[in-house]
């Protein structure tokens, strides 16, 4: 039985409208490796602009080594 004080909680808290007090969403949680469409978007960016910088500072890199060796004329 409910004493007066949690009588009167239940019913304030019954009383609230949805958008007072809305309700918790459903969560779920992601291990690792099961990232959505965005996630393998992300990577792919990633992967892109990693092999493009590589390149540039391999080809920077080669050309450096290439006059530095060359020997004189």
């Known amino acids: 039985m409910l004493n007066h004080s949690q009588h009167t909680m239940a019913f304030a808290f019954a009383k609230k409208s949805p958008r007072q007090r809305p309700e918790e969403k459903e969560r779920y949680y992601l291990l690792p490796g099961q ?35 060359r020997g004189p004329r």
């Open 35 to 69: 990232g959505g469409s965005s996630y393998r978007r992300k990577q792919r960016y990633i992967i892109k602009w990693s092999l493009i910088v590589g390149l540039l500072v391999s080809i920077i890199f080669a050309v450096a080594v290439y006059y530095t060796q």
